[in-house]
């Protein structure tokens, strides 16, 4: 029997916010892998059913051509959280098809369930909403100890962990042909078994890999400066660059798409974002099309050294870390210059400029000057501005993408007006 794999949203992702607005839990990165990367190398050979929010849906089909988006249409199927951060074991733990139907938890979260027959006929009906241990009701439940994503510092905290175990997945099979692309003179490779450099990268004199420390995987087409130094783990992904001088500390992962200069350690920057001047930014975690201006820095230590507190759903949380940097989402702008404090959350589609450090929660398309009042980010004006920053990569926004900025725009204008923006 083929597994098939319902990949699934619960409510849990509105903790991820802002970073899922426009991407379903299981597309957030961690390592070199997103998290559904990882679920399906668990479970090879499985058939897909992506299942999303519903605004989410078009976009979803419309990104992952021939994968069915909240449809299943087998008469078996395992659901798993797309905030399960998959390791090696997954697939023993929580089998693709089991004799009886069986729901998987922990703690009273809901991990997977294993559904067939009526059980599942009834589920299909369901599948247009965020899914629950309610919609499980009268399958019996067996505890599981698998990790679940809770909040964004989470991905950044086990960054890491899952940068080695990507490595050995990804590359751990190819035998001693790691060094595909082009190397010049005078680069220093550091523990070179734990080195992978894909075809069609360059990398300069005076660079620096080194993976003492932990192992550095460099994808196809990346072009790494002179001078750069790059301290594993640490993952740059296609077609990105590493600027001159750049310092690219430890548990650290970069694109596809990027270019990235400056100082950055523990922090995970998604595709086709930019920081390519000085600056620092750490234990942080950027959407896509970012862009920081020159000389952007955000602190990740509180002068206290106490812990890390962290605006999530309009509630202050103890994050329990001692290091939180900037969470910020898909498409938006820092001008030269800007600071932002340990643990600020900035949302979806904003533009930050002026002096001094702006708010720790800053809503989702907001335009101001940190330490002035915010306005709101005309949604035709941040729709113009998308399309021309995709078109400098020679990405068309679609009719699709436009909706979804509309619909994000439409359902964060409560949090706008509750921070005093006028509309």
């Not at 086990?158 to 175990?165: F, M, P, T, W």
């Amino acid at each position: 029997m083929t597994p098939h794999l319902c990949i699934f949203e619960d409510a849990g992702c509105s903790r991820l916010l802002p970073l899922v607005f426009f991407r379903p839990t299981c597309n957030l990165r961690c390592g070199i892998s997103s998290l559904k990367e990882k679920i399906l190398r668990a479970y090879p050979g499985a058939t897909l059913t992506l299942h999303c929010r519903d605004y989410l849906a078009a976009y979803m089909r419309e990104r992952n051509p021939g994968v069915q988006v909240n449809q299943i249409s087998t008469s078996h199927c395992l659901f798993m959280n797309g905030r399960v951060m998959a390791g090696p074991s997954l697939a023993e733990r929580i089998p693709p098809a089991a004799d009886r139907d069986t729901v998987y938890v922990k703690e009273d979260q809901l991990v997977a369930a294993f559904v067939s027959g009526q059980n599942l006929e009834r589920l299909k009906t369901k599948l247009q909403g965020l899914l629950s241990l309610a919609d499980f009701q009268g399958i019996p439940r067996q505890e599981v100890d698998v990790p679940l994503i809770v909040y964004p510092w989470h991905l950044v905290q086990r960054n890491g962990e899952e940068l080695r175990r990507d490595f050995e997945a990804l590359v751990g099979a190819r035998g001693p042909d790691r060094i595909r692309g082009r190397v010049h003179d005078g680069v220093h490779l550091l523990k070179p078994d734990d080195i992978f450099i894909d075809e069609g990268t360059t990398v300069k004199p005076g660079t620096v890999i080194d993976a003492e420390d932990g192992p550095i995987y460099i994808g196809k087409n990346v072009r790494i400066f002179a001078q750069a130094t790059l301290i594993g783990p640490v993952c740059v992904g296609d077609r990105s660059w590493i600027k001159v001088g750049a310092e690219i500390y430890e548990n650290t992962s970069i694109g596809p798409v990027c270019k990235v200069g400056g100082e950055v350690e523990e922090s995970i920057i998604h595709g086709y974002s930019n920081k390519q001047h000085g600056g620092f930014l750490g234990h942080a975690y950027l959407g896509t099309w970012v862009n920081l201006g020159a000389d952007t820095n955000n602190s990740d230590l509180k002068n206290t050294y106490g812990s890390v507190k962290v605006m999530v759903n309009g509630e202050s949380v103890d994050s329990g870390s001692q290091f939180v940097g900037l969470t910020m989402g898909d498409h938006s702008k820092s001008a030269i210059n800007s600071m932002f404090n340990t643990g600020t959350v900035v949302g979806l589609a904003c533009n930050i400029f002026g002096f001094g450090f702006p708010p720790k929660y800053v809503p989702s398309f907001s335009w101001g000057a940190a330490g002035e009042t915010f306005t709101t980010f005309n949604i035709d004006r941040a729709i113009e501005v998308a399309r021309r920053v995709m078109a400098r990569r020679k990405i068309q926004l679609t009719p699709t993408e436009d909706l979804l900025f509309r619909k994000v725009f439409e359902l964060t204008s409560v949090e706008r007006r509750q921070h005093g923006m006028p509309f």
